[in-house]
């Protein structure tokens, strides 16, 4: 299929593009390596390859195209040559693009973090070659994106601003510029909040570590809208976007129930880092599960409020105390 003078190659769902300006054939993009055949047989007589990214892929065949075609120049982002390299482990004629460089008519846009930080877009002829931008629905963008939720809004301000006629992701359909740009403001739109949001997450086998939970929860709804949820059953899109994180566990064999960790390890932490964290629960003989999950939110680069508060089997009025003079160190 071609569009724009510029040939589309579609295998398994993933486009690589392929045109000739100035006499010469450039390749766009790539594909896994298990896609690699028709990639390689197209870059055979190819001049040069852009590399939008050094995401294995959408760049899988690269190393066996510059083995069957050695001449071959490989142009990518400086992060990029870097990966690239260490990925195939052989030379390649590096050829390094820069923010508004233009060769044979493409012109080059650095647009980093969609979603690897090595990521450029390129325009050809009215075309816009957006890499993983603008490839797929929400369930992509959700999976491979919204990490990059800011990076990914400041790219489509400047897509905005480019005069182009059509946008060649790398995966998916070739989309419309003004419906791909619709559908991706929507993606990235960021819910309005009248308060900060603050998820207390708990695990409880007899009700101990709860009563801790809902205590706190009364205490912090009037400041903040308090997400309240047992950890088993825990929204992540939602305790991802949360300004302040409480987790309340049990300790069941010397550690935190599964259910705590599953919450734990799906973690945003490009966007949650640094977000004040509080841990408290019940326990019977050492509370381990609490004191791992303090000492792991730590290492994570979480900002701890207050040292954990650890009770020992029911909380009395006295742990009520405890936990809320903890908690009342969220406002100093
Ligand atoms: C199977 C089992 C294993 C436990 N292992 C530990 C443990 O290793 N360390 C500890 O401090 N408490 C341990 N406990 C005690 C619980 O942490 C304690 O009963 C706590 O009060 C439970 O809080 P919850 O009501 O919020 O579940 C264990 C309890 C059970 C049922």
């Known amino acids: 299929m071609s569009a724009n003078n510029v040939n589309i190659h579609t295998v398994g769902g993933y486009n690589f593009y392929s045109f000739i300006t100035d006499g010469k054939k450039y390749i766009i993009g790539g594909v896994p390596q298990k896609y690699k055949d028709d990639y390689i047989a197209e870059a055979e007589d190819a001049s040069a390859i852009i590399l939008l990214t050094s995401k294995p892929e959408f760049c899988g065949g690269v190393g066996d195209v510059v083995a069957n075609n050695p001449d071959i120049d490989v142009y990518a982002t400086s992060a990029g040559l870097r990966n690239i390299k260490e990925i195939i482990n052989?030379?390649?004629?590096?050829?390094?693009?820069?923010?508004?460089?233009?060769?044979?008519?493409?012109?080059?846009?650095?647009?980093p973090n969609l979603s690897w930080v090595d990521t450029v877009l390129a325009m050809y002829s009215g075309t816009l070659f957006s890499g993983e931008l603008f490839s797929g629905d929400e369930e992509y963008y959700n999976e491979n994106l919204a990490v990059n939720r800011d990076f990914v809004?400041?790219?489509i301000e400047r897509v905005k601003t480019l005069d182009i006629?059509?946008?060649f992701?790398?995966?998916?359909?070739?989309c419309d510029v003004a419906t791909a740009i619709l559908q991706y403001e929507a993606f990235t739109a960021i819910p309005e909040k009248t308060k900060s949001?603050?998820?207390?997450?708990?695990?409880?086998?007899?009700?101990?570590?709860?009563?801790?939970?809902?205590?706190?929860?009364?205490?912090l709804t009037e400041d903040y809208d308090v997400y309240f949820t047992e950890a088993a059953a825990c929204?992540?899109?939602v305790v991802n976007n949360s300004d302040v994180l409480i987790i309340g566990t049990n300790t069941i064999n010397r550690n935190a129930p599964q259910a705590v960790w599953d919450v734990i390890t799906r973690l945003d932490l490009?966007?949650?880092r640094q977000t004040p964290y509080f841990v408290f629960g019940s326990f019977g003989w050492a509370g381990d599960g609490i004191k791992l999950v303090d000492k792991t939110l730590q290492a994570m680069g979480m900002k701890q409020i207050a040292k954990p508060v650890e009770v020992l089997f029911n909380p009395s009025e006295k742990d009520f105390t405890q936990l809320e003079k903890a908690i009342a160190k969220l406002k100093s």
């Open 235 to 237: 929204d992540m899109a």
């Open 153 to 155: 809004k400041s790219a």
């Open 165 to 167: 006629n059509s946008i």
């Open 90 to 111: 052989r030379d390649i004629n590096e050829c390094l693009i820069k923010d508004n460089m233009e060769i044979g008519g493409i012109k080059f846009i650095i647009a």
């Open 197 to 219: 949001l603050l998820s207390i997450v708990y695990s409880s086998e007899y009700g101990f570590t709860r009563k801790m939970a809902e205590y706190a929860k009364k205490i």
């Open 270 to 272: 490009v966007n949650m």
């Open 169 to 174: 992701p790398a995966k998916g359909e070739v």
